[in-house]
């Protein structure tokens, strides 16, 4: 405006008008204006004929038109189609699993993870780090760094590495050869030791190798520097000498085998009874052959190193089967997962075999435990994975190692035991449950009973223990819950109301706040682990059918699903606050019994069913 003041009206004569509009184009008008370079080194040029880009781009410059403003109707379809996300643009990125990991679990932990941009180094947050995060990982490395148990270990195995002279290294002999050694020279001395000081034969020459044996022969054929032949030996000395040299020759290969069968991973059968005075022999077969340890001293029962327990993770719902794991010769009626870490799978089939599953590696069979004279009901893992119980119609509870499969103990009292479980507390006592109404505590050092718990009126169906094992409830064939403290045979709390059912399946919560039962009138019901142990009004889970059918129920680690099993194959899950029904499939042919949520996999499920077969899906 000031321009065209300056111009005045047309009565005026104005000799400086084109002066004054030629000083104002040269003050006003720029005609090579600066540049802006700041943020030219941050944008990203895609080529129109490129096929591939370097660097991971977001949604908008993938999208943006070549030139020109964009498309109103095109730029809208693109957003409908593909991999399109709520949060912008999905794409396949790859990378190795040490690194993907990783970030995973540093995302759960502290809630940051890096950028997998690699044209940047920022960091995306989904919440801010938390002092109690750095506090809890900080003291898990400490208590790592502290512990000296594999430090220990190869001292233990190799000797110390500080004893130049001592030190025996990688290269020795294995522990169950020098035993082997020490046991061949105590059975079969040497001729050097067999003599006595004074080179005379002793008593302890007892002529069992077979070298000895012909010595002996051409010793009596020939004589102690006597003429001629001695007498020919009678039959019956001659076949007594046979029956020796046949003994000995039994006995060393006895003691082969069993060296050989404990470096193979087998483990030595236990000879046991049957209630009906019969001997069983329990034993077990390692599948994958070759050595039971790798070159680190580690078995298929320590987990993977990439899988961290104890970190809290989002859970999701499974969708498709990744899996099948098939060795059973009948229905399979319970599965376990290993406690903490979930890499194994610990199933019972009515074919009496015991089988533990690889969930990460080939995913086949990698032991088989056999014994059992009729099909196994149930199985039990203790707090480490190390051991485990299992609960047949034989009317005997075994207790296993896992690693080596031998039969630490058999346990029977001619009766029917429906379950069994560790006491979490004093893992040398076990809690059984009868079909003839009691519950029985054993002692495994023992093998007596210690504690009899008789109060209800039948046959005794679930053992959970609250109240960090102080306490544990038992549900029964007479329809009712019974509270219990731990070594005291005395009910605490009796709940049976004239409505309820029986309730052969219960899981506890993973907070340890409630108790799921899976009522045989197709619902669950959820129970409070107070001291009340009151029903919970507001939480039902119906729609499955279940009567007549123990199926387990699963809780995500997370809390948010519970999942179980029907009588027709299928698997249904809930949303544990809203009680709606989140997804039904098809998981079985025959009824799906048991079921496992991994506790650390976030959408992982393991199920067995009567179709003689465990699957995993996710």
């Given amino acids: 405006m000031e321009f065209l003041s300056e111009y005045g009206d047309d009565t005026e004569v104005n000799e400086t008008g084109p002066a004054l509009f030629e000083s104002v184009l040269k003050k006003q008008i720029n005609i090579c204006p600066e540049v802006d370079r700041t943020k030219v080194g941050q944008r990203y040029h895609i080529p129109a004929n490129s096929s591939s880009v370097n660097y991971n781009p977001e949604y908008d410059v993938l999208w943006a038109p070549t030139q ?92 110390d590495p500080g004893d130049i002279e001592g030190y025996s290294g990688p290269w020795a002999v294995f522990p169950d050869e020098t035993e082997r050694n020490a046991r061949l020279h ?23 190798t077979a070298g000895d044996v012909a010595a002996a022969a051409a010793e009596a054929e020939v004589g102690d520097g006597e003429e001629g032949p001695r007498p020919a030996r009678t039959v019956d000395e001659a076949a007594a000498a046979r029956g020796r040299r046949q003994r000995d020759y039994d006995e060393i290969d006895d003691i082969t085998a069993d060296v050989g069968a404990r470096r193979r991973g087998e483990a030595p059968g236990a000879q046991g009874e049957t209630p009906e005075g ?121 207790m296993w190692d896992t690693e080596t499969g031998e039969c630490l103990g058999s346990y029977t009292n001619n009766k029917l035991p429906l379950v069994a479980k560790f006491n979490p507390l004093n893992e040398t006592e076990i809690l059984a449950g009868y079909k003839n109404h009691k519950l029985l505590q054993w002692d495994t050092n023992s093998g007596k009973i210690v504690q009899e718990y008789d109060q209800h009126l039948d046959a005794v169906n679930t053992i959970t223990f609250v109240d960090e094992g102080r306490r544990f409830v038992s549900s029964s064939d007479d329809k009712s819950l019974r509270v219990w403290e731990y070594g005291i045979p005395v009910v605490i709390k009796y709940i049976c109301e004239p409505h309820m059912h029986s309730m052969p399946a219960i899981t506890l919560h993973p907070q340890g706040t409630w108790i799921a039962c899976q009522s045989l009138d197709n619902q669950i019901l959820i129970y409070s682990t107070k001291d009340r142990f009151r029903l919970n009004k507001k939480k039902r889970f119906a729609g499955h059918l279940n009567a007549g059918y123990a199926c387990q129920i699963a809780f995500s680690p997370d809390s948010h699903f519970i999942a179980t099993g029907d009588a027709d194959g299928n698997v249904f899950i809930w949303d544990f606050n809203t009680q709606k029904l989140i997804k039904r499939w098809k998981a079985h042919q025959g009824a799906c019994i048991g079921l496992q949520w991994h506790p650390i996999e976030p959408s992982w499920i393991v199920s067995s069913g009567w179709d003689n077969s465990v699957k995993l899906w996710d």
């Fill in 68 to 159: 020109g403003p964009q498309h109103p109707v095109l730029a809208k379809s693109r957003t409908v189609t593909g991999s399109v996300i709520p949060t912008g643009w999905a794409e396949t990125y790859h990378t190795d699993s040490v690194s993907f990991h990783e970030q995973f679990y540093a995302f759960n932990a502290l809630g940051v993870a890096v950028n997998p941009d690699t044209n940047s180094a920022a960091v995306r947050a989904r919440q801010k780090p938390t002092a109690e995060n750095y506090q809890r990982i900080q003291h898990e490395a400490s208590q790592k760094e502290g512990d000296s148990t594999s430090k220990d270990k190869r001292k233990r195995n190799f000797g």
């Fill in 186 to 208: 105590e059975t079969h001395p040497s001729p050097a030791a067999a003599a006595g000081s004074d080179g005379a034969p002793s008593a302890v020459k007892q002529l069992r």
């Fill in 278 to 398: 019969k001997t069983v022999t329990y034993k077990s077969i390692y599948h994958p052959g070759g050595q039971l340890r790798d070159y680190l001293g580690r078995t298929f029962v320590d987990p993977p190193t990439h899988l961290k327990p104890g970190i809290d993770h989002e859970c999701f719902v499974p969708k498709k089967l990744i899996h099948t794991f098939s060795g059973h010769n009948k229905e399979v009626n319970d599965v376990k997962l290993f406690p903490k870490t979930g890499h194994l799978a610990l199933s019972a089939g009515f074919d009496g075999k015991v089988k533990i599953w690889d969930l990460y590696g080939k995913r086949k069979c990698v032991r088989t435990y056999l014994g059992h004279q009729k099909g196994v009901r149930s199985v039990e893992f203790n707090a480490d994975g190390r051991r485990f119980l299992s609960v047949a119609y034989d009317k005997t509870i075994c």
